[in-house]
Structure formats: C-alpha cells, structure tokens
C-alpha cells in the first residue's frame, strides 16, 4: 500500500475509533476499529504496535461472543510476530488459522501456510518451505489475480532461488508482478522488481538481465 494510503486509511480509522468511544457502541465496533488499526501498523511495519491491537480487537471479539473474526486475527498475528521475528509465536498463531478453518471455508489458511512457509525457508528447511508455500498458492487458486496471491508467489520465488532453481523462481516474479501491475500497486512493482534484482531472478528484457 501507498505511504499517502496509509496515512489517508489511517485518519479514518482513527476518526472510526473515536466515534465508537463517544458514541459508546459495543465490544464489536471497537473489535473493528482495532483491527483497521492493526493492518495500518502492518502496512508500516510496526509489528509490536499490529500486536497489540490484534490481540485488544481478540479480546473485544471474546466478549462479544464473536468467533467469526478468529481465524483472520491470528492469521494477523501470525505476520505481526514473524516481523517481529518470533517464530514459535507465528507458527502458534499459523497453526491455529488452520485449526479454525479445518472442515470449513480456507480463507485465511493459505496466510497461515504462506507463513509457516517463510518460518521453514528462515530455518532452513527449504524442501518443507516449498511444500508450505505451494499448498497456500493451490488453496488460493480462486483468487489468482489477487495480492495475497503475488505475495505467495514471491515467497515461492524466493524458495526457488534459494534451492538454486533461477528459472522458476524468474517465472514465478514475473507472474507476480504481472499481478501487481495489473492492480495497479507501483510500489509493491518496486519492491519485487528490487527482490528480484538482489535474487539475481529480474525478468527478461529487464534492466541487468
């Protein structure tokens, strides 16, 4: 997202978050507002501060008698800690993502593998990191054209040329950034085209190439 975005989402969730209090609504719309305030601190990577409003949206959820929101709160939590580099915090909150989506819809589950993916490449298993990621990129076949889907791609793309295979992981950031120009996302483009730069994987017809 946009540093402008960012701060634009920002100002509104802040101004959300202040109606709630004034207004005195419930354990729900507080829930909300904590959680936009979450993905605002993650957009930024302020992990601590995602943390902390994840767990405070969690904790007004549980007293509204809310479950339906779980599985994306610890998907967010799952990335919150593995920014913060806590591995067994994010594997724990990975884990209970696919705990709660088990028999049912996987809308958050393939977050939740994408980031068990990335803890498996951090310590080294890469053969499991590709296993991970490639589940997380067949869950979210439906959704081919999306964000979340170029971001499983670009971690496959890193785990592709970590184990030496250059030409898929090249593919695998084309077809990325394919994704990101098409939602019209300049600087996610900037940033993979920089990882890709720095993996040696830039596309053909590409500067360096």
Do not use: C, F
């Amino acid at each position: 997202m946009e540093q402008g975005r960012v701060d634009e989402a920002a100002e509104i969730i802040h101004a959300v978050q202040d109606l709630v209090q004034r207004r005195r609504l419930g354990p729900r719309w507080h829930a909300a507002a904590l959680r936009g305030r979450a993905l605002v601190a993650l957009a930024r990577g302020e992990w601590a501060a995602a943390v902390e409003h994840l767990e405070k949206a969690k904790a007004q959820d549980e007293r509204a008698g809310i479950a339906r929101n779980l599985p994306k709160i610890h998907r967010l939590l799952a990335e919150a800690y593995l920014g913060l580099e806590d591995y067994p915090a994010a594997r724990t909150h990975a884990r209970a993502v696919k705990r709660l989506e088990r028999g049912g819809g996987s809308i958050e589950t393939p977050g939740a593998l994408r980031v068990l993916g990335r803890i498996a490449r951090e310590r080294g298993t890469a053969k499991r990191a590709a296993a991970l990621l490639e589940e997380s990129r067949s869950l979210m076949a439906p959704r081919r054209g999306s964000g979340e889907y170029a971001r499983t791609l670009v971690e496959l793309a890193r785990t592709a040329a970590g184990m030496g295979r250059r030409e898929e992981a090249r593919r695998l950031m084309e077809e990325s950034l394919a994704i990101y120009r098409r939602l019209e996302a300049p600087p996610l483009v900037e940033v993979t085209e920089q990882l890709a730069g720095r993996l040696n994987v830039k596309e053909e017809g590409g500067d360096g190439s």
